[in-house]
């Protein structure tokens, strides 16, 4: 092949990948630059954990990648593994969170629904609410693999433009609420401990500045943090996984912060 013709297909593939973005929900959310500018402020901000560097993705509300990127000087700087994990962890949060404008549920007027990957964890263990969820949705690995090493983490990452689907039940990804609670799709953040992955995650939804969730219904008693990680598990006596009294749980790991110190979420 000609450097002329690989020059012509490099190309197409590019403007076939800002067209699709278009055509998609995308337009409203974060590019490549406004994240990775977030996701590096967040990773530097967050003391908790073990200070790894981070990859991030955006998915649209029909679950397509929006933008990939990551927040050490290459990308290998932080886990190889981690980039599709956080494309994952943001397939899931935008795949179990509903839109906040009211709605008439089967126990009355409610707004929406806002659960973070970190509160899927206990109730997907053996007897838990959701056991099994983490095997429906699979990654497209297709999606996840496909194209040059060399883009990974840049603005031509070939998992942008397409649907990466995944489930991952543990901290880190979170659903984005545009003005008016409207749903807009959701961030993943990968790289660190389950806990400081949610922690760094929130703290890029709030740098964005779609984190209106105020009102949103959630778990995690906090109105001011509806979908925010819950450190309730404790020890079973029978052995095996702990128990969460809220059956929404999740493990503390090492280092693990306050969650109540993160920022609140906005009017």
Known sequence: MSLEILANSVTSCIL?????????????LPDYTALKRALTAATAAEVSGLNNQMWATVVDRDGIVCAVAFSGNNRGAQWPGSRVISAQKANTAN???LD?????????QQLGLALSTANLYSAVQP????????????????????????QYGTAQDPMVGSKIGGVNVFGGGLALYGTGRQILGAVGVSGDTSCADHAIAWR??????????????????????????????????????????SGYGHPKCAS??????LPAVLP
């Open 127 to 150: 007897g838990g609410s959701l056991f099994g969820l983490q095997e429906s949705n699979p990654v497209d690995v297709g999606v996840a693999y496909r194209g040059s090493g060399a």
């Open 204 to 245: 890029v939804r709030h740098s964005l500045t779609l984190d209106h969730l105020f009102g949103v219904s959630g778990v995690s008693g906090d109105a001011s943090r509806p979908d925010n990680i819950i450190y309730d598990i404790t020890p079973n006596p029978a052995g095996g996984t702990g128990v969460s009294p």
């Open 256 to 261: 693990t912060g306050n969650p109540a110190l």
């Open 16 to 28: 076939f990948a800002v067209a699709a973005s278009a055509q998609n929900g995308c337009y409203e």
């Open 100 to 108: 906040g404008t009211s709605y008439s549920g089967g126990s009355g």
């Open 95 to 97: 795949a179990f969170s």
